[in-house]
């Protein structure tokens, strides 16, 4: 079918109007451009100089993604790819199904292979490519270009799909910037903590046990600000740092969150065994190993997926894990959605407090917690207990709370509420009843709303809750799951022997497989085992460059001394 073909003229119904191919005018009247729903996507005295003119003022930098928005015609493609860098990538996207058909036959034969057009029409498959070219690592940001006017008919549209590309883009980066400082760290807590998960039980199998509502508590100071006798009311989960805040104020936790794999997270469990020792721990498997030792009562054990690794798979493939989390990065995230999991229906509330990922000048947490505490410790003559040094930090902004006062926060703190926002605003029954703090895009309600709502779910209950019951009768038998992180253990001890001796021997290896390259056999072994190089600057990729692999060899033998 030709185009002249597909454009038929405008009858008049505008749900029916079909884009109308019409040539331009003067000393353009041998080109063409499109009248479509009542407007021209292209001038009508010169077609290309919009485009052209905005190609030759956009600076683009290497390995960038391009967004060509509503391509139409494809005028100015061949001035674009003349001045893009080769390491840049071209994505086209056109929403209106007609206009994507018109592209479609339009695009020069000689550009096929280099440009990937892609309709709205399945937006999870868009959403997929493009995070399967972020991955490659090749791609550091995205620019963003129309073609035509064709944007116009659907603005926002296209405006969302940019902003989706970019969050992904700079997600990865921001993602390869973690794994880099901790991804290192994080494996090794994953190998020494396996040991301790025979005694423990998987979140998965604690889900819906909960008949009463539960409390997220957070550290932050609008947990100063919620009364005890409402905290009593509800199964308390607090995150680590608000523990021992709750415990000196005579509240009974009934679990804690461990997601932080740092030495400093330690401080938030000096003096628990003092007060209560029926405290359940929900721990991340990458959380530090000595908290689990710490906490001598029942384990609940969950998984954040870090990384889209296959040694993480390889966890949950021999059932060692059930599931995987969504690396929320922030343990009052991880706490809200361990709560929203473990309510027996959608109808028993969720409150949370203490999130509140702001301050107010002087003030950054709720008194009792280790960062209030600290600041007590060192309060002298020059050193007010106030810590108004975090107030004027860099990269520390003001923004409106809750009751439009101005608070303090920062660039990594709102994206833990903007995240929040993300995951759990189209949450039933999920209520915020901090004072203070960003708005969380959760109903907001006060504390004498809150106790009827706890009043009403109490007068609906028949069963009490028996808290032990979550330890107990879930728990998975923990001779298998021992075998298991066993058989784990044995097959990483052996695979690590066996690439220490191909690096080391190279082809004359007792190790290789004369059946393969020795290349093809080391990309087998290491492409299982990430951990060895995921921490790498350069690790979002296997390579089996001499400078890689030498790096890979160095790490075998730490790795080795984390097997039991």
């Given at each position: 079918m030709t185009i002249s073909q597909t454009l038929v003229t405008n009858q008049g119904n505008e749900h029916n109007e079909k884009p109308l191919l019409v040539s331009a005018s003067g000393d353009f009247s041998t080109v063409k451009t499109i009248q479509y729903k009542n407007r021209f996507l292209y001038s009508k005295y010169n077609p290309f100089r919009t485009i052209v003119s905005l190609i030759q003022a956009t600076s683009f930098l290497e390995n960038s993604i391009i967004v060509v928005c509503s391509p139409c015609l494809w005028y100015g493609l061949p001035e674009l790819m003349k001045k893009l860098p080769a390491s840049c990538k071209v994505i086209a996207i056109q929403d209106d199904p007609a206009l994507y058909s018109i592209a479609t036959q339009c695009l020069p034969q000689e550009y096929k292979d280099s440009i990937t057009l892609c309709s709205t029409e399945n937006l999870l498959a868009l959403d997929d490519y493009i995070r399967t070219i972020v991955q490659t690592g090749q791609y550091k940001r995205a620019v963003r270009i129309d073609f035509s006017a064709g944007v116009q008919l659907n603005a926002p549209l296209y405006t969302a799909l940019f902003s989706g590309i970019q969050e992904i883009t700079a997600s990865f980066w921001m993602n390869r910037i973690t794994l880099v400082k901790m991804g290192r760290l994080f494996s090794k807590n994953i190998f020494q903590n396996l040991s301790a998960m025979d005694k423990g039980t998987l979140l998965s199998q604690v889900c819906n046990t909960i008949h009463k509502p539960i409390l997220v508590c957070g550290a932050g100071e609008s947990l100063d600000d919620t009364p005890s006798e409402l905290i009593a009311q509800c199964f308390v989960l607090a995150v680590d740092a608000a523990l021992i805040a709750l415990l000196q104020r005579n509240i009974h936790v009934d679990a804690v969150v461990s997601l932080e794999s740092q030495y400093v997270i330690q401080k938030a469990y000096i003096g628990v065994e003092s007060f209560q020792d029926d405290i359940l721990l929900f721990a991340d498997i990458a959380s530090r190993p000595s908290v689990v030792h710490s906490m001598q009562n029942k384990t609940i054990w969950f998984a954040s997926e870090f990384s889209q690794a296959q040694f993480l798979s390889n966890l949950k493939n021999s059932h060692i894990i059930d599931e995987f989390i969504p690396p929320l990065g922030s343990v009052g995230l991880a706490a809200t959605l361990i709560a929203i999991k473990l309510r027996q229906t959608q109808e028993i509330p969720v409150f949370?407090?203490?999130?509140?990922?702001?301050?107010?000048?002087?003030?950054?947490?709720?008194?009792?917690?280790?960062?209030?505490?600290?600041?007590?410790?060192?309060?002298?003559?020059?050193?007010?207990?106030?810590?108004?040094?975090?107030?004027?930090?860099?990269?520390?902004?003001?923004?409106?709370?809750?009751?439009?006062?101005?608070?303090?926060?920062?660039?990594?703190?709102?994206?833990?509420?903007?995240?929040?926002?993300?995951?759990?605003?189209?949450?039933?029954?999920?209520?915020?009843?901090?004072?203070?703090?960003?708005?969380?895009?959760?109903?907001?309600?006060?504390?004498?709303?809150?106790?009827?709502?706890?009043?009403?779910?109490?007068?609906?209950?028949?069963?009490?809750?028996?808290?032990?019951?979550?330890?107990?009768?879930?728990?998975?038998?923990?001779?298998?799951?021992?075998?298991?992180?066993?058989?784990?253990?044995?097959?990483?001890?052996?695979?690590?022997?066996?690439?220490?001796?191909?690096?080391?021997?190279?082809?004359?290896?007792?190790?290789?497989?004369?059946?393969?390259?020795?290349?093809?056999?080391?990309?087998r072994l290491l492409s299982e085992r990430e951990y060895l190089f995921l921490h790498f600057p350069d690790g979002y990729a296997l390579s089996t460059e001499l400078s890689f692999l030498k790096r890979v060899r160095a790490e075998i033998d730490f790795f080795l001394k984390q097997i039991p």
């Open positions: 949370v407090t203490g999130l509140d990922f702001s301050y107010t000048l002087g003030k950054t947490h709720a008194k009792g917690t280790p960062a209030h505490a600290a600041r007590l410790f060192s309060a002298q003559k020059c050193v007010p207990v106030e810590n108004y040094a975090a107030s004027f930090a860099p990269g520390v902004f003001s923004v409106a709370s809750k009751s439009h006062k101005p608070m303090m926060t920062s660039k990594s703190m709102k994206s833990y509420a903007d995240s929040f926002a993300r995951f759990f605003h189209h949450v039933p029954n999920l209520y915020d009843i901090g004072k203070s703090g960003v708005p969380l895009h959760i109903p907001f309600i006060q504390n004498d709303t809150a106790e009827h709502i706890i009043k009403s779910c109490a007068n609906s209950q028949t069963q009490d809750v028996d808290n032990t019951l979550i330890a107990q009768e879930k728990s998975l038998n923990g001779i298998e799951r021992k075998e298991k992180i066993a058989g784990f253990y044995e097959n990483e001890k052996k695979a690590l022997q066996t690439i220490k001796d191909l690096l080391i021997h190279g082809e004359s290896s007792s190790k290789r497989d004369a059946g393969i390259s020795l290349d093809t056999q080391l990309k």
